[in-house]
């Protein structure tokens, strides 16, 4: 069973990223055991007080079900003592759009393929009730420089058939600033929160991912009182004031529009994914 990964044959070569609860590391799946074996991305979680989290076997059996040329292929798992204990997944040598960006220089034209690549992935993960929860640049990951694909589905869940919100209680370091004002307020995620999050996500591309630029950077700067501390309550304000992200650097009006839409107070106002990927595929004819 080529899904059936042995622990023993894995090989460490160097960090990928870590996030609250994991960490994803490359490693080399070598069981002839003479550097001729294939390079593979291993999510693992980083507590492992023994027992596994139902959370964790259920985000492996989200990635193991999704079939998508714009999401990360699942390859198999690791177990230990019967339990499965890391994700195997395809290695992308070029790593996440976070890295790429600033270090490529991408014409609008390549920056407006790649975000409607993720709102391809994204509307497919749609399609099948799920919401990510945790849409944002450093979760995507580059392919090639005409392919991208969203790369972790750690806080994505399924909504139940005529439930429009999934409501939980924060866990640790939330990603708050690519979270809808409802999210912030209510905890209430839904298909229209990850909308939010996308244009989170399209505002980082835009700026290519210039650290100077960055949500929490630009946040902190719109924060009356520099100095003070931004809390979840500042940040609620103001959102609650309108404030949102500024228009990045030579960014067409459109995307800004487009972004704005995304950023919309009222959750019923944000688009779909299906309507963003009709905007790029006819704004993107304006540029070829
Ligand atoms: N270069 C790659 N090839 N295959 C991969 C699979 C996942 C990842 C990956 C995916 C996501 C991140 N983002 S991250 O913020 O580091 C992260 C967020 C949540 C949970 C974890 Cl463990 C890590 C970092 C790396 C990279 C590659």
């Known amino acids: ?29 070598d069981p002839a055991n003479d550097g001729t074996g294939e390079l593979v991305a291993v999510k693992a979680l980083k507590q492992d007080n023994g027992h596994v989290p139902e959370g964790w076997i259920k985000e492996i059996e989200i990635l193991k079900s999704l079939y998508h040329s714009n999401i ?24 996440s759009l976070q890295k790429y960006l600033p270090t490529h220089k991408l014409g609008m034209s390549r920056c407006l393929m790649f975000a409607q690549q993720i709102c391809q992935g994204m509307e497919y993960l749609h399609s099948k009730r799920y919401i990510h929860r945790d849409l944002a640049a450093r979760n995507v990951l580059v392919e090639n420089e005409s392919l991208v694909k969203i790369g972790d589905f750690g806080l994505t869940k399924y909504i139940p058939e005529g439930e429009i919100y999934y409501r939980v209680r924060e866990d640790g370091d ?43 950077v630009k946040f902190f700067e719109m924060m009356d009182g520099a100095q003070g501390q931004m809390t979840v309550m500042v940040l609620i304000k103001q959102l609650e004031k309108q404030q949102r992200l500024p228009r990045p650097k030579d960014c067409p009006h459109e995307m800004k529009m487009l972004m704005e839409q995304c950023w919309a107070a009222d959750p019923a106002q944000r688009p779909s994914f299906r309507y963003l990927i009709e905007k790029f595929e006819a704004i993107r004819q304006t540029y070829d």
């Open 174 to 216: 939330s990603p708050v600033f690519w979270y809808a004002i409802e999210c912030l307020k209510e905890s209430k995620f839904s298909f229209s929160s990850d909308i939010w999050s996308f244009g989170v996500t399209l505002y980082e591309i835009l700026t290519r991912c210039d650290h100077r630029q960055s949500p929490p």
């Open 72 to 95: 990360v292929k699942y390859k198999g798992c690791c177990t230990e003592l019967g339990q499965v204990v890391q994700l195997i997944m395809e290695y992308l040598p070029l790593g």
């Open 1 to 29: 069973d080529p899904s059936v990964f042995h622990k023993r044959y894995l090989k460490k070569m160097r960090d990928l990223g870590e996030g609250h609860f994991g960490k994803v590391t490359l490693y080399l799946y």
